[in-house]
């Protein structure tokens, strides 16, 4: 971060605990310049990003004020999906919207990608082009169907923070986190069996259940404390249910941490019913909450959490490196990933093996909690400000998603279709309910940087919204 | 090649071609000096190779005399599996043979591993070094789903090798041939079909089908023509068969052609079946005959034809880079592709692309054909020194495994067993068939470096085999 970014956000906190008050006049350029021992024009950078942000207001030859704030939009509510199993749908859009990655051009501001432009990323491809030269038939061979052994040193090392304890041997190297839940769904399941999701639920996922024939059922879910459990036992209760696919940590699209409580609740519900849970924690290491928060799987008992995670959303989906710890599926699943992908690469796991290894993965993921909180604060201003009042945006404990409920007459799809001819491309609500539910609603991927590009983006989003909420009330 | 071995094949040649006949002397070493223009050390070393194959026999102070040749060993005679669909099995010896990987110090002559130490495969790694010094970003993001298209337009201009006209729209990168074929079972196949398989037919392909609850017919193949379109003819009336998987170039571990006109003749039958072919060319680009042998794709014409292949053969497993030409099942294909395994690597599609482009690849492919067919020659000979008369050995077109039938008596299975202490690797030939038939057969890994300690390998893996058939003759 830099010195006026470091000093912004400290003035911004000052401002969110009202230590300065709204109409308030801020202290001097010059004054704030000696207090920080900074220059004069980082002081001035500092006021001008939170110009940009609204939180100030400049008053002509008087200094800068505290603005009137509007109120933080509420949260959305508990959802309410359709409560019985039903085949995946919206495979065309989720296609359309992958598709896109193709046009360099379109700002892809509906895709999971977190940012990889980061310096500390540097010693990550330093050790990718040092391990291409030092281990050249290494590379090159056939790798352990299970993965590299100093890979899986390390993900039972990082497992450790979300309170699972577990040894190279338990872990089983995939080809992304979505490899893993393929893998762990066609290891437990068969087509025409029933899996219980979140809902809303990452499209990834929900396309995964509709390659393999699998119904899903959408289970309600708050965004501030995750699945209703109430609800998934009734679903239980009623229907032959397999398992059940939960992204306790930071859930996309929501960004909730579900309480520990909780985690336990559904956990002892599933051993009632005796059912799987399949846990994805791809994103469990990105909570601003320290120590990170605990996985299901570290409550597990008989084996009979899945947990996939990968390094995709911490450091990079381009390595497509991650894991299952199969429980006691271990035998099904090194069978399935034998028959679904066969070996992964050797070069990228050596590399990011030595990455967490030597630090700089912590290093890394410590910032890039930090500019995504603050990104994620930026967002939140600018949908106050571009987008109509009555709104709900969900206020995320980590992760880089922001889930937002717009009136009910607005329709995403068309929306996304007029913004794509901006070559702005969005992820409507829809795509994350299986049957199509959510289409007033919007997920947004605060991982692409704050820049004036992307607030310009936001003001285009937010007017094709106005745009269709007035076109509604005209007709 | 170096400058004795070049020598050692042109004379393993003539002696083959019978210009020195048997029993005849050899030209004196000066001589051969003078006429090739080498120096004298040269012809001695080729002398030494040729004698190490026991093509000549030295006979002291009177130079070198061209060996009294035992016949070639015939060609094992059509297989004779069971006819009707089952269950494959075998999942047990294959793990415990891809868990072999992970001791290094156990030779690997049961794998399909390639040759991935020849120095024209350097240029594949100068660029990966490349390419993650120069895009960075790119190479860290997700990627199109479809894969690279600068990689697509390469494997393209191949394949017309190969006699199939296609763009780059066709083609769906996948992380090797084994996902590849994973891929368009799923798309095509549902739990319970049954596909008819070649017998016998590589393990990997097996364990697929069994992953994925499909059932395997297997179906008389001949070492030298491949599947019996008659037998497969049959197959098809009696049962309700889905598709059928062929590797007819290069077959591994038969090593056949199939004639074109077999090609076209299977072909025609999928068509009056309303069948799929799952053509697996993985080891197409090996083979002997230049130029390489025409696919069975390149003569579809309604898209029933879904081809899979890799550089996993031709240049290194390590990249894990494949891909399908889907035909009519494109849709299926893209979403199976989706929600198997997700966007593949760009890194190593990246390198690979650049490594064709730049004519490494033709280069490298034209180097390891000769390295290939001279290595199994080589071990065709040690086969005939070290093992059992009365074996039969298959005289491979392409590609670079021997398939090896042995007196009936002979286990195969127990014999890899005490090989296995010896820190031998062999793959029994029941690993290739669905119930475990095969038993007395062997495939042997000729990619594998003919140097004195593969020599030794081969003598002790004979003595394996003559103890057997002693301890049964003894019983
Ligand atoms: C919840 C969730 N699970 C899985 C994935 C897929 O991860 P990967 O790219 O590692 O396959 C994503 C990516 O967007 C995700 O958000
Ligand atoms: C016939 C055949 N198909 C497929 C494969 C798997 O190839 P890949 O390593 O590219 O997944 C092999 C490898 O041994 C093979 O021999």
């Known amino acids: 971060m830099t010195r006026y970014q470091h000093l912004a956000n400290l003035l911004a906190e000052r401002i969110e605990q009202g230590l300065y008050r709204a109409g308030e006049k801020l202290p001097s350029v010059r004054t704030l310049s000696q207090e920080h021992g900074v220059s004069i024009s980082t002081v001035q950078q500092a006021y001008q990003t939170l110009e940009t942000l609204r939180l100030i ?3 002509p030859r008087s200094g800068y004020f505290v603005a009137t704030r509007k109120a933080q939009p509420p949260v959305p509510a508990m959802s309410r999906p359709v409560q019985r199993p039903v085949e995946v749908t919206q495979w065309d859009q989720v296609l359309e919207m992958l598709e896109a990655r193709r046009d360099k051009d379109i700002i892809l501001f509906g895709g999971g990608s977190p940012d990889v432009t980061q310096p500390s990323l540097k010693p990550l491809w330093r050790e990718m082009s040092r391990v291409v030269q030092h281990h050249p038939t290494e590379i090159l061979s056939y790798d352990e169907l299970a993965g590299r052994r100093e890979l899986r040193e390390q993900v039972a090392r990082l497992m450790l923070d979300g309170g699972s304890t577990v040894t190279a041997d338990d872990i089983v190297i995939t080809s992304g986190c979505h490899s893993g839940l393929s893998i762990a769904l066609l290891a437990v399941c068969k087509p025409g069996d ?17 390659g393999f024939g699998i119904k899903a059922i959408e289970i309600p879910t708050d965004p501030e404390s995750g699945i209703s459990i109430e609800a998934l036992e009734l679903a239980l209760e009623q229907w032959p249910i397999k398992g059940v696919i939960l992204v306790p940590n930071c859930n996309n699209p929501l960004g909730f941490i579900m309480p520990e409580a909780r985690k336990r609740a559904v956990l002892a519900l599933a051993q009632r019913h005796d059912i799987v849970i399949f846990e ?3 994103y469990g290491e990105l909570a601003m909450e320290y120590p990170r928060p605990r996985t299901i799987h570290s409550f597990d008992i008989d084996g009979r959490v899945l947990m996939c995670s990968s390094f995709t959303k911490t450091v990079a989906p381009g390595l497509r490196v991650g894991w299952i710890v199969p429980g006691r599926y271990r035998d099904r699943v090194m069978h399935m990933k034998y028959a679904s992908s066969g070996t992964t690469p050797p070069a990228t796991q050596l590399a990011v093996a030595t990455f967490v290894r030597e630090g700089h993965y912590h290093r890394h993921v410590r910032r890039m909690r930090q500019i995504y909180q603050s990104n994620m604060e930026t967002y939140t201003c600018w949908l106050r400000q571009y987008f109509p009042c009555g709104i709900c945006v969900t206020r995320p404990l980590g992760g880089y998603m922001l889930w ?3 009136p009910e007459v607005v329709d995403m799809v068309c929306v996304a279709k007029q913004l794509c001819r901006l070559k702005i491309q969005v992820a409507p609500g829809s795509l994350f309910s299986a049957s199509g539910k959510y289409r007033n609603c919007l997920r947004i991927n605060c991982a692409l940087p704050t820049t004036e590009k992307h607030r310009l983006v936001m003001e285009q989003l937010g007017e094709a919204v106005h745009r269709a909420i007035d076109q509604d009330a005209n007709a």
Chains 1, 2 share one sequence.
């Open 57 to 59: 207001t400049p008053q």
């Open 194 to 210: 029933i899996v219980a999701v979140e809902s809303p639920t990452f499209y990834g996922t929900m396309q995964l259940l509709r």
């Open 280 to 282: 994805d924690d791809i």
């Open 404 to 406: 937002v409920e717009l």
